[in-house]
């Protein structure tokens, strides 16, 4: 059964800086993709998928609306997953989910189709 769990949410000012941690366990597979999705408050808004990357480590990419501010890593080792973001702006405020890489079905994000799902952990930017 594959689990991802999200960790080190929480609420910061515009200009601080968050990590986002994911613990990945259950993918049958060892060469993967694994991302980060967010979704803001609203009605209608779906997941924007934020940043991807291979579970060599390469195939790295992150979405222009982030670009510069935020960076995907992982430590292949102990299964994780990162996000850190910096320069963080009020319009960054949205719940965050880790998602791994699912051949068969689900979101589609940057050429990747993504279906496996944390709970998410929540990320609030005030200015």
């Known amino acids: 059964q594959v689990q991802l769990v999200e960790s080190g949410g929480g609420s910061v000012q515009a200009g601080g800086s968050l990590r986002l941690s994911c613990k990945v366990s259950g993918l049958t597979s060892d060469s993967n993709y694994l991302a980060w999705f967010r979704q803001a408050p609203g009605h209608g808004r779906g997941r924007e998928g934020v940043a991807r990357i291979h579970s060599t480590g390469g195939g790295s990419w992150t979405a222009d609306s982030v670009r510069g501010r935020f960076a995907i890593s992982l430590n292949y080792r102990e299964k994780l997953v990162y996000l850190q973001m910096n320069n963080l702006i009020p319009g960054d405020t949205a719940i965050y989910y880790c998602?791994?890489?699912?051949?068969?079905?689900?979101?589609?994000?940057?050429?990747?189709?993504?279906?496996?799902w944390g709970q998410g952990t929540q990320v609030t930017v005030s200015s």
């Open positions: 998602a791994a890489e699912n051949k068969n079905e689900g979101v589609w994000f940057n050429g990747i189709q993504f279906g496996y």
